[in-house]
Protein backbone atom coordinates (compact mmCIF):
# COMPACT_ATOMS: atom_id res chain seq x y z
CA UNK A 1 0.00 0.00 0.00
CA UNK A 2 3.19 2.22 -0.59
CA UNK A 3 2.69 3.38 -3.22
CA UNK A 4 -2.03 39.13 -16.39
CA UNK A 5 -3.58 40.32 -17.80
CA UNK A 6 -4.36 43.87 -18.77
CA UNK A 7 -4.63 45.65 -22.43
CA UNK A 8 -2.34 48.06 -23.70
CA UNK A 9 -4.54 52.00 -24.45
CA UNK A 10 -2.50 52.94 -27.02
CA UNK A 11 -4.42 53.99 -30.16
CA UNK A 12 -2.56 52.35 -33.62
CA UNK A 13 -3.52 55.25 -35.96
CA UNK A 14 -1.32 53.36 -38.88
CA UNK A 15 -3.81 50.83 -40.70
CA UNK A 16 -0.74 49.00 -41.67
CA UNK A 17 0.19 48.08 -38.28
CA UNK A 18 -1.63 45.22 -36.68
CA UNK A 19 -0.71 46.20 -32.94
CA UNK A 20 1.04 48.58 -30.49
CA UNK A 21 4.24 48.24 -29.91
CA UNK A 22 4.74 45.21 -27.65
CA UNK A 23 7.68 47.51 -25.23
CA UNK A 24 4.67 49.83 -25.04
CA UNK A 25 2.54 47.55 -23.79
CA UNK A 26 4.48 46.35 -21.40
CA UNK A 27 5.20 49.67 -19.84
CA UNK A 28 1.89 50.22 -19.60
CA UNK A 29 0.61 46.82 -18.07
CA UNK A 30 1.01 48.10 -14.64
CA UNK A 31 -0.47 51.10 -14.97
CA UNK A 32 -3.46 49.63 -16.50
CA UNK A 33 -3.63 47.19 -14.05
CA UNK A 34 -3.71 49.04 -11.63
CA UNK A 35 -6.86 51.49 -13.33
CA UNK A 36 -9.14 48.14 -13.85
CA UNK A 37 -8.58 47.18 -10.24
CA UNK A 38 -9.38 49.84 -8.85
CA UNK A 39 -12.62 50.54 -10.56
CA UNK A 40 -14.58 49.10 -13.40
CA UNK A 41 -15.60 51.56 -15.70
CA UNK A 42 -16.86 51.37 -19.00
CA UNK A 43 -14.46 52.08 -21.88
CA UNK A 44 -16.90 53.23 -24.16
CA UNK A 45 -19.48 55.52 -21.73
CA UNK A 46 -17.70 56.21 -18.86
CA UNK A 47 -20.18 54.61 -16.19
CA UNK A 48 -18.93 53.38 -13.64
CA UNK A 49 -19.81 49.63 -12.03
CA UNK A 50 -19.24 48.17 -15.70
CA UNK A 51 -19.20 44.26 -15.24
CA UNK A 52 -19.82 42.95 -18.88
CA UNK A 53 -16.46 41.70 -19.97
CA UNK A 54 -14.82 41.32 -23.22
CA UNK A 55 -15.05 37.35 -23.80
CA UNK A 56 -11.63 37.57 -25.54
CA UNK A 57 -9.21 40.25 -23.88
CA UNK A 58 -11.52 39.29 -19.92
CA UNK A 59 -9.97 42.60 -19.30
CA UNK A 60 -11.76 45.41 -20.95
CA UNK A 61 -15.64 46.17 -19.51
CA UNK A 62 -18.44 47.68 -20.70
CA UNK A 63 -21.46 48.79 -19.15
CA UNK A 64 -23.81 46.27 -21.52
CA UNK A 65 -23.85 44.58 -24.66
CA UNK A 66 -24.74 47.62 -26.36
CA UNK A 67 -21.19 49.28 -25.62
CA UNK A 68 -19.33 46.49 -26.53
CA UNK A 69 -20.57 46.39 -29.53
CA UNK A 70 -20.22 50.13 -30.18
CA UNK A 71 -16.51 49.90 -29.11
CA UNK A 72 -15.72 46.99 -30.96
CA UNK A 73 -13.94 48.00 -33.66
CA UNK A 74 -11.76 50.59 -31.53
CA UNK A 75 -11.14 47.97 -29.12
CA UNK A 76 -10.14 45.08 -32.20
CA UNK A 77 -6.90 46.11 -32.37
CA UNK A 78 -5.80 46.77 -28.59
CA UNK A 79 -7.58 42.99 -28.12
CA UNK A 80 -5.44 41.41 -30.74
CA UNK A 81 -2.49 43.18 -29.52
CA UNK A 82 -3.01 41.67 -26.14
CA UNK A 83 -3.97 38.30 -26.90
CA UNK A 84 -0.23 38.12 -28.85
CA UNK A 85 1.26 39.11 -26.16
CA UNK A 86 -0.70 37.29 -23.82
CA UNK A 87 -0.27 33.83 -26.05
CA UNK A 88 3.95 34.87 -25.19
CA UNK A 89 4.05 35.12 -21.91
CA UNK A 90 2.06 31.99 -21.26
CA UNK A 91 4.62 30.22 -23.62
CA UNK A 92 7.40 31.51 -22.31
CA UNK A 93 6.15 30.10 -19.06
CA UNK A 94 5.04 27.09 -20.05
CA UNK A 95 8.47 26.11 -22.01
CA UNK A 96 10.56 26.59 -19.07
CA UNK A 97 12.18 24.31 -17.49
CA UNK A 98 10.25 23.49 -14.19
CA UNK A 99 11.76 22.29 -10.96
CA UNK A 100 11.17 18.37 -10.18
CA UNK A 101 8.24 17.60 -8.18
CA UNK A 102 9.25 15.53 -6.06
CA UNK A 103 12.57 15.82 -3.00
CA UNK A 104 14.85 13.87 -2.92
CA UNK A 105 15.32 10.78 -1.07
CA UNK A 106 15.14 11.29 2.61
CA UNK A 107 17.68 8.54 3.49
CA UNK A 108 20.46 8.83 0.65
CA UNK A 109 19.99 12.43 -0.41
CA UNK A 110 19.40 11.47 -4.18
CA UNK A 111 17.10 12.66 -6.57
CA UNK A 112 13.60 10.42 -6.66
CA UNK A 113 13.79 8.54 -9.76
CA UNK A 114 10.70 9.57 -12.35
CA UNK A 115 9.80 6.21 -12.94
CA UNK A 116 6.85 5.20 -10.40
CA UNK A 117 8.56 2.10 -9.24
CA UNK A 118 11.95 4.15 -8.00
CA UNK A 119 10.15 5.16 -4.99
CA UNK A 120 7.27 4.47 -2.74
CA UNK A 121 4.98 6.97 -0.55
CA UNK A 122 5.11 5.59 3.02
CA UNK A 123 1.52 6.46 4.53
CA UNK A 124 3.37 6.33 7.77
CA UNK A 125 5.15 9.51 7.84
CA UNK A 126 4.45 11.04 4.50
CA UNK A 127 8.03 10.76 3.35
CA UNK A 128 8.91 9.23 -0.51
CA UNK A 129 11.82 6.73 -0.02
CA UNK A 130 13.52 5.10 -3.04
CA UNK A 131 13.45 1.94 -4.24
CA UNK A 132 17.25 1.08 -2.96
CA UNK A 133 17.09 2.44 0.93
CA UNK A 134 13.51 1.11 0.63
CA UNK A 135 15.42 -2.46 0.41
CA UNK A 136 18.58 -1.68 1.81
CA UNK A 137 19.32 -4.82 4.07
CA UNK A 138 19.40 -3.51 8.01
CA UNK A 139 21.60 -4.10 10.49
CA UNK A 140 21.62 -4.18 13.91
CA UNK A 141 24.76 -2.97 16.63
CA UNK A 142 25.83 -6.30 16.09
CA UNK A 143 26.44 -6.02 12.41
CA UNK A 144 23.63 -8.57 12.07
CA UNK A 145 21.22 -8.40 9.36
CA UNK A 146 17.47 -7.80 10.48
CA UNK A 147 14.01 -8.19 9.42
CA UNK A 148 13.31 -4.67 7.58
CA UNK A 149 9.61 -5.13 7.46
CA UNK A 150 9.91 -1.34 8.66
CA UNK A 151 9.43 2.09 7.55
CA UNK A 152 13.29 2.79 6.94
CA UNK A 153 12.61 6.32 7.43
CA UNK A 154 9.93 6.20 10.77
CA UNK A 155 10.90 2.90 11.18
CA UNK A 156 6.98 2.49 11.39
CA UNK A 157 5.74 -1.38 10.66
CA UNK A 158 4.58 -1.63 6.83
CA UNK A 159 0.68 -2.12 7.33
CA UNK A 160 -0.46 -5.63 7.58
CA UNK A 161 -4.27 -5.05 5.42
CA UNK A 162 -5.28 -2.72 2.86
CA UNK A 163 -7.60 -1.82 5.65
CA UNK A 164 -5.21 -0.92 8.18
CA UNK A 165 -3.51 1.01 4.64
CA UNK A 166 -6.22 2.94 3.72
CA UNK A 167 -6.79 4.16 7.43
CA UNK A 168 -2.94 5.62 7.65
CA UNK A 169 -3.60 7.66 4.39
CA UNK A 170 -6.88 8.76 6.05
CA UNK A 171 -4.82 10.23 8.70
CA UNK A 172 -2.47 11.58 6.10
CA UNK A 173 -5.65 13.32 4.62
CA UNK A 174 -6.92 14.96 7.27
CA UNK A 175 -3.42 16.33 7.56
CA UNK A 176 -3.45 18.25 4.53
CA UNK A 177 -1.30 16.09 3.32
CA UNK A 178 -1.63 16.86 -0.81
CA UNK A 179 0.85 13.44 -2.19
CA UNK A 180 -1.57 11.15 0.25
CA UNK A 181 -4.67 12.71 -1.19
CA UNK A 182 -4.19 12.47 -4.59
CA UNK A 183 -2.77 8.66 -3.85
CA UNK A 184 -6.29 8.33 -2.58
CA UNK A 185 -7.91 9.73 -5.43
CA UNK A 186 -5.94 7.02 -7.78
CA UNK A 187 -6.88 4.47 -5.15
CA UNK A 188 -11.11 5.43 -5.82
CA UNK A 189 -10.25 5.71 -9.59
CA UNK A 190 -9.04 2.31 -10.18
CA UNK A 191 -11.21 0.35 -7.18
CA UNK A 192 -8.02 -0.61 -5.46
CA UNK A 193 -6.83 -1.62 -1.92
CA UNK A 194 -10.44 -2.53 -1.15
CA UNK A 195 -12.23 0.90 -2.17
CA UNK A 196 -15.45 1.19 -4.71
CA UNK A 197 -14.61 2.45 -8.09
CA UNK A 198 -15.74 6.09 -7.75
CA UNK A 199 -14.56 8.59 -10.37
CA UNK A 200 -16.44 11.78 -8.81
CA UNK A 201 -14.93 11.43 -5.50
CA UNK A 202 -11.43 10.85 -7.22
CA UNK A 203 -11.77 14.11 -8.81
CA UNK A 204 -12.86 15.74 -5.41
CA UNK A 205 -9.62 14.46 -3.88
CA UNK A 206 -7.82 15.46 -7.16
CA UNK A 207 -8.88 18.92 -7.01
CA UNK A 208 -8.11 18.96 -3.41
CA UNK A 209 -4.83 17.92 -4.13
CA UNK A 210 -3.74 20.38 -6.82
CA UNK A 211 -5.18 23.43 -4.86
CA UNK A 212 -2.31 22.20 -2.18
CA UNK A 213 0.30 22.73 -4.73
CA UNK A 214 0.70 19.40 -5.80
CA UNK A 215 1.15 19.24 -9.49
CA UNK A 216 0.45 15.69 -10.47
CA UNK A 217 -2.95 16.46 -9.16
CA UNK A 218 -3.69 18.78 -11.99
CA UNK A 219 -2.40 15.57 -14.59
CA UNK A 220 -5.20 13.36 -13.15
CA UNK A 221 -7.90 16.04 -13.42
CA UNK A 222 -6.88 16.99 -17.05
CA UNK A 223 -7.05 13.06 -17.77
CA UNK A 224 -10.08 12.81 -16.40
CA UNK A 225 -11.33 15.55 -18.99
CA UNK A 226 -9.18 13.79 -21.80
CA UNK A 227 -11.44 10.24 -21.43
CA UNK A 228 -14.54 11.38 -19.42
CA UNK A 229 -13.78 9.95 -16.53
CA UNK A 230 -16.65 11.29 -14.38
CA UNK A 231 -17.17 14.60 -16.46
CA UNK A 232 -18.17 14.99 -19.88
CA UNK A 233 -15.40 15.17 -22.43
CA UNK A 234 -13.44 18.38 -22.70
CA UNK A 235 -10.62 18.10 -24.63
CA UNK A 236 -9.90 21.78 -23.87
CA UNK A 237 -10.01 21.63 -20.04
CA UNK A 238 -7.44 18.55 -20.24
CA UNK A 239 -5.34 20.89 -21.99
CA UNK A 240 -5.90 23.40 -19.24
CA UNK A 241 -4.82 21.20 -16.44
CA UNK A 242 -2.00 19.72 -18.31
CA UNK A 243 -0.79 22.38 -18.79
CA UNK A 244 -1.17 23.67 -15.11
CA UNK A 245 0.51 19.89 -14.36
CA UNK A 246 3.45 20.35 -16.53
CA UNK A 247 4.46 24.16 -15.27
CA UNK A 248 4.25 22.64 -11.88
CA UNK A 249 6.76 20.12 -13.11
CA UNK A 250 4.72 16.78 -13.59
CA UNK A 251 6.48 15.16 -16.75
CA UNK A 252 3.40 12.94 -17.66
CA UNK A 253 1.47 15.43 -18.68
CA UNK A 254 4.03 17.29 -20.46
CA UNK A 255 4.66 13.72 -22.48
CA UNK A 256 0.71 14.43 -23.11
CA UNK A 257 1.16 17.86 -23.88
CA UNK A 258 3.39 16.83 -26.40
CA UNK A 259 1.60 13.96 -28.02
CA UNK A 260 -1.44 16.13 -28.57
CA UNK A 261 1.17 18.88 -30.18
CA UNK A 262 2.37 16.17 -32.21
CA UNK A 263 -0.99 15.12 -33.32
CA UNK A 264 -1.85 18.34 -34.45
CA UNK A 265 1.08 18.64 -36.69
CA UNK A 266 2.72 21.72 -34.42
CA UNK A 267 6.15 19.81 -34.28
CA UNK A 268 8.44 22.74 -32.70
CA UNK A 269 6.25 22.71 -30.04
CA UNK A 270 5.97 18.72 -29.70
CA UNK A 271 9.50 18.86 -29.57
CA UNK A 272 9.95 21.59 -26.71
CA UNK A 273 7.54 19.15 -24.82
CA UNK A 274 9.62 16.14 -25.12
CA UNK A 275 12.96 17.87 -24.80
CA UNK A 276 11.78 19.36 -20.81
CA UNK A 277 10.03 15.73 -20.15
CA UNK A 278 12.87 14.14 -21.36
CA UNK A 279 15.12 16.49 -19.20
CA UNK A 280 12.69 14.93 -16.51
CA UNK A 281 13.71 11.71 -17.02
CA UNK A 282 10.99 10.45 -19.08
CA UNK A 283 12.21 7.87 -21.43
CA UNK A 284 9.18 7.59 -23.23
CA UNK A 285 9.78 11.31 -24.65
CA UNK A 286 13.54 10.50 -25.58
CA UNK A 287 12.04 7.56 -28.09
CA UNK A 288 9.54 10.25 -29.66
CA UNK A 289 12.72 11.98 -30.32
CA UNK A 290 14.84 9.48 -31.69
CA UNK A 291 11.23 8.92 -34.16
CA UNK A 292 11.27 12.32 -34.92
CA UNK A 293 14.70 12.59 -35.92
CA UNK A 294 13.88 9.61 -37.74
CA UNK A 295 11.35 11.16 -39.74
CA UNK A 296 13.32 14.47 -40.17
CA UNK A 297 10.66 16.62 -37.79
CA UNK A 298 13.83 17.04 -35.74
CA UNK A 299 17.50 17.53 -36.15
CA UNK A 300 20.36 15.54 -35.54
CA UNK A 301 21.34 18.45 -32.88
CA UNK A 302 17.92 17.99 -31.51
CA UNK A 303 18.32 13.96 -30.66
CA UNK A 304 22.06 14.88 -29.67
CA UNK A 305 20.54 17.46 -26.77
CA UNK A 306 17.90 14.79 -25.85
CA UNK A 307 20.56 11.83 -25.16
CA UNK A 308 22.72 14.62 -23.41
CA UNK A 309 19.85 15.56 -21.19
CA UNK A 310 18.67 12.09 -20.44
CA UNK A 311 22.10 11.15 -19.64
CA UNK A 312 22.39 14.10 -16.91
CA UNK A 313 19.31 13.00 -15.36
CA UNK A 314 20.64 9.46 -14.80
CA UNK A 315 23.62 10.73 -13.44
CA UNK A 316 21.62 12.27 -11.07
CA UNK A 317 19.36 9.10 -10.09
CA UNK A 318 21.66 6.49 -9.98
CA UNK A 319 23.23 4.39 -6.94
CA UNK A 320 24.58 0.59 -6.65
CA UNK A 321 22.02 0.28 -4.48
CA UNK A 322 19.56 1.27 -6.44
CA UNK A 323 20.89 -1.49 -8.92
CA UNK A 324 20.68 -3.84 -6.34
CA UNK A 325 17.55 -3.72 -5.60
CA UNK A 326 16.05 -3.56 -9.46
CA UNK A 327 18.46 -6.73 -9.78
CA UNK A 328 16.19 -8.04 -7.22
CA UNK A 329 12.53 -7.49 -8.68
CA UNK A 330 11.98 -5.64 -11.90
CA UNK A 331 9.10 -3.69 -9.64
CA UNK A 332 11.93 -1.84 -8.42
CA UNK A 333 13.48 -1.06 -11.86
CA UNK A 334 13.83 2.85 -11.74
CA UNK A 335 15.08 3.82 -15.29
Do not use: W
Not at 38 to 53: E, F, L, M
Not at 115 to 139: D, E, F, M, N, Q
Not at 167 to 184: G, P, S, T, W
Not at 249 to 258: C, I, M, S, T
Amino acid sequence: MSTSDKICTNSCKDSDDDACDVNDMLQNMSTIENEVNDTSVCVNCGKADAKNICNKCKVTTYCNAVCKKVHKKKHKKECEAYQRLAAELHDEKLFKQPPPTEEDCQICFLRIPTLHTGSTYKSCCGKVICSGCIHAPLYDNQGNEVNNAKCPFCRIPTPYSDEEGIKRFRKRVEANDAMAICHLGCYYRDGLHGLPRDYTKALELYHKAAELGYAKAYCSIGYAHDYGEGVIVDKEKAIHYYELAAMGGDEVARYNLGNKEHRAGNMDRALKHYMIATRDGLAVSLEEIKEMYSNGQATKENFTEALCTYQEYLGEIKSAQRDKAAAVDEDNRYY
